[in-house]
């Protein structure tokens, strides 16, 4: 998901985005440990998308202060 397209979406939208895919990540984690995750760059994905949406969402937050 790209940072453009974050912008777009509302505080509330971030979070709920930001906590499906820690659940995501939680899930592929999981897998990874029991060694039914296939795609293991999914994980460095799944970590980069969490931080690019909690980035998005600090900022707006700081805007609105």
Do not use: I
């Amino acid at each position: 998901m790209k940072s453009s397209e974050l912008g777009q979406l509302s505080a509330d939208e971030l979070r709920s985005k930001s906590q499906e895919l820690r659940a995501e990540l939680w899930s592929a984690r999981m897998k990874h440990e029991t060694g039914q995750l296939e795609n293991t760059a999914k994980l460095a994905a799944l970590r980069r998308d969490v931080a690019r949406v909690e980035t998005v969402l600090r900022q707006k937050l700081g805007a609105t202060r």
